[in-house]
Structures are given as structure tokens and as C-alpha cells.
């Protein structure tokens, strides 16, 4: 069946230095994927999303890479701030249809 | 800040008690979802509604329901809770099904004793 799973649960990184936040999917029928920051407390934040039919998306310090061959997704963040510290949860949409399928998510701590 | 609000923000309830909850969505979005998310774990859908009929379900019982209202607002609700039922349920609204910016609200956290 389909999974979205994260490599690397618990990511630490040096403020300033880019972050790199990767992801397995397992369904090759997935339409599109985005990833989500969770900080305490709060909902799922949008960050930025990728069509299948695309390889990478940049946003504002953020690049989302997909290589379709491996089924492979990765967030980079670059010059990484304390404010990015939360979880990122990549999630799956196929068939343009009425749920996410997320993964476990990792933890991104940000160190001083 | 998203526009989506949830209420109550915490919740303590007794084994096989019923809730509800409730979410009020960004006005002109038709489409709610709601997702279960236990402690360190990713979200899971329960189901979509999109013009106040349910759209789609994932793997829930019965007892898991909900209703959408013309006025943008939902509800879940779960009857004969269980232990496992413990989590923090999350409703996402979007202007229609299958759009990627779904906003969430911040959830609410039931615990269920």
C-alpha cells in the first residue's frame, strides 16, 4: 500500500548552516506532495508543494527537490534560522483526492 | 493567523463517553477535513466533507462521524471512546477538494482516561 516515510527522524544543525529534510514515498501514482512545519502547539503550516511532473520548486529559503526514479522528496532550508526549529512532515496526494497521506516527520532543531 | 479555528483546545473525557468538536473554517472554503495525530506521529485523515456531504474517508470506524454546516463550520464527533482514541485531532480547510494549501486549524487535544 501507499506509505510517505522520513529517513532520519530528529535533525540537528547549526544556525546558518542549510538544512536538508528527506523523504521516502512509495506510491508512483502520487500527484503531488507538500510539506508541512509543525511547531508545539500548533497545526500543520504549508511550506511548499511539488507536481509530479516537476523536479524542483524554490520558495523563500526553501528548495523542495523530487526525483520521481527513487521515489525520493527533499525540503532544503537554507541559513537556518532558530525559528525553523519544528517538525517537517512530508505528505502525498494522488489522483487529486481528499486526503494527505503524511509521513512520521522529523524534528529539526536549530543549534546556537 | 490560518483562519481556521478549533475548539475546545483541550479535552479530557472517560472511556466509552462521546465528544465533539469543532472547527470553524476560513470563510468560502467548502472543503473541511480532519486528521488524528497521535503523540509523534504524522497526521491521519479520517475524513473530507465538501459541501456538507462527506467526500471521502480513510480507515476510521463508524463511531468516528462528522456533519459540515453552510456557515463554514464542522464538527466530529466520536462515540464510545477508547483509550486510543488519546490524540490531537486536526481539521483543514480548503476552497475545494484536492487543492495543496489546506490550512490547519491548531487542533484539539483529547485524552481519553
Known amino acids: 500500500g501507499e506509505s510517505v516515510g522520513l529517513h532520519l527522524p530528529t535533525l540537528s544543525v547549526q544556525e546558518g548552516d542549510n538544512s536538508i529534510i528527506n523523504c521516502a514515498y512509495s506510491n508512483s501514482a502520487s500527484d503531488y506532495f507538500i510539506w508541512y512545519k509543525q511547531e508545539s502547539g500548533k497545526g500543520p503550516q504549508f511550506i511548499i508543494d511539488?507536481?509530479?511532473?516537476?523536479d524542483k520548486r524554490q520558495g523563500q529559503r526553501v528548495t523542495v527537490l523530487l526525483n520521481k526514479t527513487v521515489k525520493h522528496l527533499s525540503l532544503q532550508i537554507a541559513a537556518t534560522q532558530p525559528g525553523d526549529s519544528a517538525v517537517y512532515f512530508c505528505a502525498e496526494n494522488y489522483n487529486y483526492g481528499q486526503n494527505f497521506v503524511f509521513g512520521p516527520g522529523t524534528r529539526l532543531s536549530v543549534l546556537p | 493567523e490560518t483562519g481556521v479555528t478549533q475548539s475546545p483546545t483541550h479535552l479530557i473525557k472517560t472511556r466509552g463517553q462521546q465528544v465533539t468538536l469543532r472547527c470553524s473554517s476560513q470563510s468560502g472554503h467548502n472543503t473541511v477535513s480532519w486528521y488524528q495525530q497521535a503523540l509523534g506521529q504524522g497526521p491521519q485523515f479520517i475524513f473530507q466533507y465538501y459541501r456538507e456531504e462527506e467526500n471521502g474517508r480513510g480507515n476510521f470506524p463508524p463511531r468516528f462521524s462528522g456533519l459540515q454546516f453552510p456557515n463554514y463550520s464542522s464538527e466530529l464527533n466520536v462515540n464510545a471512546l477508547e483509550l486510543d482514541d488519546s490524540a490531537l485531532y486536526l481539521c483543514?480547510?480548503?476552497?475545494?477538494?484536492?487543492?495543496?494549501?489546506?490550512?490547519f486549524g491548531q487542533g484539539t487535544r483529547l485524552t481519553v482516561v
Open positions: 483543514a480547510s480548503s476552497f475545494r477538494t484536492g487543492d495543496t494549501e489546506a490550512f
Open positions: 511539488i507536481r509530479s511532473n516537476m
